[in-house]
């Protein structure tokens, strides 16, 4: 088809009575379709007029494309078994031309920013492997919106503790501060409003203070607005996280914070420079950072168990056994868990992150088994044996070992024993009871009396009266 500037050309040579075919062999066009041109006398292209084979349905593809939910394919079946003959191609050209099942494209429009006056920051979920598990990971991500530096984090969980602990660690990477930071309508910084109307939570307008900068939210439904780090979150997914492992939470971050400095140093197409080289213009309007900056924390209030243990997001911490029963302070930071139960007394334990349980003891809270026996008081017919036969303690010792449910019971037999019958008989039935391992306390008074019975009951030679019994 002719443009409008070839039509013009065509019936402006043939005013100049230049002939057919030599506008046709100037132009390079076909000579019939410069006849057509000079027929029309018109330079203005000609409508092109002609029936649309999905016209006759029109009313039938409104009502397929709400039931269907706007998938055309399932459109065009529905069509075709209720005896349309129109093509795959004419029902999406026709959809296309008519805006149905299609929003209207808007422009994305572009925004410029002056170095430091904006740093855009924003969470995404991703999955990974930590440890040989498969994990759910939140991906925190600031960009600083004219050089495009990149710095991104990853936490088991990110609330508002996790948001003040990134930007802490962002802003530090950076070397200082923007005018603004803009995020989405996030509960975690948001405590009422969208967009303009936005209002940090006192906690987040006191953090945002410190550091000198403001914390400003878009319009509900323009995402664009954040587009600087929106953009990166695909990157990551797609290059940093595929195909890598990490043994733990402390090696991700230390593999993101080296793939974020190769990444900053890389040239970029759509920016056509290096964000390292336009950071280093960027950095001097930087606010600067405090002289000071206090480590984030959060404070509960605990009480130790009976086991001597401090439960905090679902981990063991160990306290003194002195502690037991009393109400502790802990102080929670991004690696440290302190454990203060007055300004002198202070146990620090490494942190467990969010989301895993495990308990975590100091060797100072815990005696080392076998160097502690436990001291066990005697029982009274015990003391009552060991002081009449001192001779009998190994025997009352393995007594106890041999049958310690009813030890109380074979004590009191035993002492009976020894208060009752001879002191010779008993020692030597109970010398050789133990050297044999009988401690059947029926068994040893029969040995006891069966030797009374010889030694002392010899009725040979007696003199007496036999009337007396």
Do not use: A, H, M, S
């Given at each position: 088809m002719l443009s409008p500037t070839q039509r013009a050309a065509i019936l402006e040579l043939y005013q100049q009575g230049v002939p057919t075919r030599g506008i046709a062999r100037a132009l390079n066009v076909s000579r019939q379709s410069v006849r057509k041109v000079l027929r029309s006398n018109s330079p203005d292209v000609p409508v092109l007029v002609r029936p649309e084979k999905a016209e006759p349905y029109r009313i039938q593809i409104l009502?397929?494309?709400?039931?269907?939910?706007g998938n055309l394919v399932r459109v065009h079946e529905e069509l075709v078994g209720r005896g349309a003959e129109v093509s795959y191609p004419a029902l999406t050209a026709f959809c296309r031309r008519h805006g149905i099942g299609h929003e209207p494209k808007m422009p994305a429009g572009h925004y410029h920013f002056q170095p430091a006056e904006e740093l855009q920051h924003d969470t995404s979920p991703h999955t990974t492997t930590i440890g040989g598990q498969k994990r759910k990971i939140q991906t925190a991500s600031a960009v600083l919106c004219y050089s495009r530096m990149?710095?991104?984090?990853?936490?088991?969980?990110?609330r508002r503790f996790d948001c003040k602990v990134f930007l802490t660690d962002a802003l530090s990477s950076f070397g200082g501060a923007t005018g603004r930071v803009m995020i989405d309508n996030t509960h975690v910084v948001v405590l009422r409003g969208t967009g303009r109307e936005m209002v940090p939570v006192p906690e987040m307008a006191a953090f945002a203070e410190r550091f000198g900068f403001r914390f400003v939210a878009h319009e509900r439904g323009h995402a664009n607005r954040s587009a600087r780090v929106e953009r990166p979150f695909a990157f990551i997914e797609n290059n940093f996280l595929a195909g890598r492992t990490f043994q733990d939470w402390d090696d991700l971050n230390r593999h993101a914070r080296q793939?974020?400095?190769r990444?900053?140093?890389t040239y970029k197409k759509h920016i056509r420079a290096v964000p390292r080289e336009l950071f280093a213009v960027e950095r001097t309007h930087l606010k600067a950072l405090p002289v000071w900056i206090p480590e984030v924390y959060r404070l509960h209030e605990r009480m130790v168990n009976v086991d001597g243990y401090v439960t905090l997001h679902a981990s063991l911490y160990s306290a003194p056994p002195g502690w037991i029963g009393r109400r502790v302070e802990v102080r929670e930071t991004r690696n440290r868990i302190d454990i203060q139960l007055d300004p002198r007394q202070i146990v620090s334990h490494t942190r467990v992150p969010e989301g895993e349980v495990r308990r975590v003891t100091l060797d100072a809270h815990r005696p080392p088994r076998g160097q502690s026996p436990r001291q066990r008081d005697p029982h009274p017919e015990e003391r009552a044996i060991l002081t009449a036969a001192p001779e009998l303690a190994g025997y009352v010792e393995a007594l106890r070992k041999r049958a310690p449910r009813i030890v109380a019971h074979s004590l009191r037999h035993l002492l009976r024993m020894v208060r009752e019958y001879p002191r010779d008989p008993v020692l030597a039935a109970v010398s050789e009871a133990h050297h044999y391992g009988l401690y059947d306390l029926d068994r040893l008074e029969r040995m006891i009396l069966t030797r009374i019975a010889q030694d002392y009951?010899?009725?040979?030679?007696?003199?007496?009266?036999p009337n007396d019994e």
């Open positions: 009502e397929l494309i709400r039931e269907c939910k990149l710095f991104f984090q990853c936490f088991p969980r990110f793939w974020c400095d990444v900053n140093g009951f010899r009725l040979d030679g007696w003199k007496g009266n």
